[in-house]
């Protein structure tokens, strides 16, 4: 890594040497070479430090050790301020390079696209546990829709965790504190307001490791976690998102999929603040129907499509 820092690879690390060795190993063939290593450490024993020390790339290495810990995603956020390069390449410490030239796909895309200022790849799905992979693509049609409206992100994420993509730094954009099961999808789609469309990389980059321990596996469908996380994405945006169709079915599946039933549900998942009238109307709507309905897809969709018809003059008009 000589001459000027133009990538700076950012690495949130916590208590997993083994695996943050993967991520250094695949970091240090890349055949690119205009990148600084930035590691932001929570860990509170020394495992992180000793393996820096002993990895070939220790001298270009920066390092930071958070006392307290910082969590999620300000870990994330620390590694970013520190950064020093004009592009962040943030990298989740279970996940790794797939070849030695992604760093040089990357760079070069910008490179091909000096307005863009936000990059994404292909990236390869490893379960861990099951010793399978699944390669992950973007279909044209989500293409399109990225490129129309970010928030079209609520519905799916069809960019991806961080590690796949690379960014413009720019100040004070980072990840919100509030968050963690919707955290990437929120910094994506503010990002993404403030300027140029993303740009796709039609090719696997990126290998993301999926293991029990992560964030993400203990979120999923635990109504604690995403039923105040969606109703603050909600609230952060207004309601007034909801008039994009793709953003109300994704809701309308948040109710449904987490089984609310009443607002007493809500209340359980220890979220006080008021419940906009439109996810009231959807509560009460999906509570009168039996639930083996809402599960089958065909129906579900039409009676969303009709709820979403009925309501929308009463609910968004003006």
Known sequence: MTGDVFISVCIPAYNRPANLKRLLDSIQVQT??????????????????????????????????????LGTPENWNEAIRQAKGEWIKLMHDDDWFADARALQVFADMVKKHPDAHFFFSEYQNVYLEENREETIRISPLWRK????????LISKNVIGPPSVMLHKKIPDCIYDKNLKWLVDIDFYIRYLRSGPGPVHIPETLIRVGLGEDQVTRMCFRNPVVEIPENLYLLNKYGVSCLKNIIVYD????????????????????????????????????????????????????????????FQYPKLFRG
């Open 32 to 69: 690119y070479q205009h990148f600084e290593v930035l590691i932001s450490d929570d860990s509170p024993g020394t495992e992180i430090v000793s393996l820096i020390q002993q990895h070939p790339l220790s001298p270009m290495i920066r390092y930071v050790q958070n006392s307290p810990s």
């Open 145 to 152: 829709r990225l490129s129309s409206n970010p928030e079209n």
């Open 250 to 309: 994704a809701f309308w599946r948040f109710v449904r999929n987490l089984n609310i039933r009443s607002l007493e549900d809500i209340q359980h998942a220890s979220y006080s603040h008021p419940v906009p009238a439109v996810i009231q109307s959807m509560i009460r709507f999906q509570s009168s129907i039996p639930a083996s309905v809402l599960k089958t897809g065909i129906f579900s969709k039409s009676l969303m499509i009709l709820h979403y018809i």
